[in-house]
């Protein structure tokens, strides 16, 4: 179930292997969190996930024999930080701030990056301090251990732009994990070495399309499941217009959606309960296409951060030869969630004022604009992905990959490595498919 790119990986490693494979997709089309938007003259931009990393390995491997080439965000010039209605230019990876200021984010960021070693991939409810770190919050943490008011916002806005959700939502243990499982804080954060450093060229989604066709007639579109009926020697997968028998089920599709489906039986406790406690993050993501980029003139990067918002983090996302020109922005987390009622025109207008305010006047008057309301997506319903909140992984956290009979499941959240990333979607294909084998060829 579900042809986002870990159902896909995962039906083509089993068709690899000699198995027949039929992949039940709700949507008209594939891809689910990855969607290219065409913007004209042949150039698209992407409205979902988008950015590969240098340690994004699985990936890029898979962009490589798709015959899909990279190339780098843009990070020429200086970036901008509008910090409490000052806007200042910067070099680099650090805004030039108080200096106190500084030294607490990075004393801060090595004990995340320090305590996050010492989280399990495989298993985060056996870290030495999970019961702690998993009954507060990342805000709970912040405070106790943040002494500037300045770094906490910081790492409110690193934590909006890297879960799309507060950090008052996310419990500790799980901001652990994922960071352990990026590699380090820096790598989630990082442009030029880290998570946003390159994008792919003609989008992601051209990953999902590819492998796709390469499937044919083995994807099933417009065929949303609802139903899965599964006993010790069968599985009977039921779906609009549709119903497939089978030796193993793999339901591709985010946990906060899989406790959408009904089962027959019902599924233990501790799995239902689990879907009942990882929600989807909260983000649109919007894009000003304007006729060139012209805040590269002024020695901008296009990269800007900042306290007010609404759009907190953006980016230079024009196409790799410059033109036309894309500023892109993220409302995240509770901003999110409050832009997202209002009417798009609206949405619309305080989008591009903040543009204004913080490229200039030449932002005001965008010649098209592109945005998507994720949380309203009835097959993904929030993004970027699914998070813990306090007390999800030390009570619940084994239930996320552990096979129920006959059913198997995958999809980014399921990652040990980049979790939540299209490289962890790449992870959890390529497992599920050798656990199914491994469950087929044992029987
Ligand atoms: C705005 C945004 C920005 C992002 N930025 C990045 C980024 O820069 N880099 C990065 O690596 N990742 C990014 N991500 C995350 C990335 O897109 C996801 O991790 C990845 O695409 C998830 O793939 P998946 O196959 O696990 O899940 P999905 O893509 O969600 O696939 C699940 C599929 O299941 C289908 N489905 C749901 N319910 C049913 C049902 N009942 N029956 C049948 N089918 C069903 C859905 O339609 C969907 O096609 C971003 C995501 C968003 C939305």
Same mark, same amino acid.
């Given at each position: 179930m579900g042809a986002g790119l870990a159902g896909l990986v995962a039906a083509r490693e089993l068709r690899r292997a000699g198995r027949?494979?039929?992949? &039940?997709?709700?949507?008209?089309?594939?891809?689910?969190?990855?969607?290219? @938007?065409?913007?004209?003259?042949?150039?698209?931009?992407? !409205?979902?996930?988008?950015?590969?990393?240098?340690?994004?390995?699985? !990936?890029?491997?898979?962009? /490589?024999? &798709?015959?899909?080439?990279t190339f780098p965000t843009h990070t020429r010039g200086e970036n901008l930080?509008?910090?409490r209605s000052r806007l200042v230019r910067y070099r680099g990876a650090i805004p030039r701030m108080n200096a106190?200021? +500084?030294?607490?984010?990075?004393? @801060?960021?090595a004990r995340i990056d320090r305590m996050a070693k010492r989280v399990p991939l495989d298993a985060p409810w &056996?870290?030495?301090?999970?019961?702690?770190?998993?009954?507060?919050? $990342?805000?709970?943490?912040?405070?106790?251990?943040?002494?500037?008011?300045?770094a906490r916002e910081l790492f409110r806005i690193l934590v909006e732009a890297?879960?799309?959700?507060?950090?008052?939502?996310?419990?500790? &243990?799980?901001?652990?994990f994922y960071t352990h499982s990026a590699g380090g804080f820096d790598d989630l954060i990082g442009t030029e070495g880290g998570a946003q450093q390159d994008r $792919?060229?003609?989008?992601?989604?051209?990953?999902? +399309?590819?492998?796709?066709?390469?499937?044919?007639?083995?994807?099933?579109?417009?065929?949303? !499941?609802?139903?899965?009926?599964?006993s010790a020697s069968a599985v009977r997968v039921v779906a609009d217009g549709r119903e497939v028998s089978t030796g193993a089920a793999i339901v591709a599709v985010p946990p906060a959606l899989c406790g959408r489906i009904a089962y027959a039986p019902p599924l233990p406790a501790i799995r239902d309960q689990l879907t009942q406690r990882m929600p989807q993050g909260t983000v649109i993501k919007c894009m000003a296409i304007y006729e060139r980029p012209f805040w590269r003139d002024a020695g901008l990067s296009g990269q800007a951060t900042s306290t007010e918002g609404p759009v907190k983090v953006m980016f230079d996302n024009s196409p790799p030869n410059g033109s036309p020109g894309v500023l892109l922005g993220f409302l995240e987390g509770r901003r999110a969630r409050e832009l997202g009622e209002w009417q798009p025109e609206?949405? /619309?207008?305080?989008?591009?004022?903040? $543009?204004?305010?913080? $490229?200039?006047?030449?932002?005001?008057?965008?010649?098209?604009?592109?945005?998507?309301?994720?949380?309203q997506e009835e097959w993904t319903r929030g993004c970027y992905g699914c998070y813990m909140p306090p007390g999800g992984w030390v009570s619940y956290g084994r239930a996320l990959r552990a096979p129920i009979? /006959?059913?198997?499941?995958?999809?980014?959240?399921?990652?040990?490595?980049?979790?939540?990333?299209?490289?962890?979607?790449?992870?959890?294909?390529?497992? !599920?498919?050798?656990?199914?084998? @491994?469950?087929l060829n044992g029987a």
């Open positions: 027949s494979v039929v992949v &039940l997709e709700a949507r008209d089309r594939v891809g689910g969190r990855l969607l290219n @938007a065409d913007i004209g003259d042949g150039n698209v931009v992407e !409205v979902g996930g988008q950015w590969a990393g240098p340690t994004q390995k699985r !990936v890029l491997a898979l962009a /490589r024999e &798709l015959g899909i080439e930080i509008e910090w106190a200021v +500084l030294v607490d984010v990075a004393q @801060a960021q &056996l870290a030495p301090k999970a019961e702690l770190w998993d009954s507060q919050t $990342f805000e709970t943490w912040l405070r106790r251990n943040v002494a500037t008011s300045g890297v879960w799309a959700a507060d950090a008052a939502d996310v419990s500790l &243990l799980h901001l652990l $792919f060229v003609g989008g992601s989604q051209l990953l999902a +399309l590819k492998l796709g066709e390469e499937l044919g007639g083995d994807v099933v579109l417009e065929t949303p !499941v609802t139903r899965i009926e599964h609206a949405r /619309r207008n305080a989008v591009v004022d903040c $543009f204004r305010r913080i $490229f200039g006047p030449d932002a005001a008057k965008p010649l098209d604009y592109v945005e998507r309301v994720w949380a009979g /006959r059913i198997h499941w995958a999809g980014a959240e399921t990652a040990t490595v980049w979790n939540g990333y299209m490289d962890g979607a790449v992870q959890s294909g390529e497992r !599920v498919a050798a656990e199914v084998l @491994a469950a």
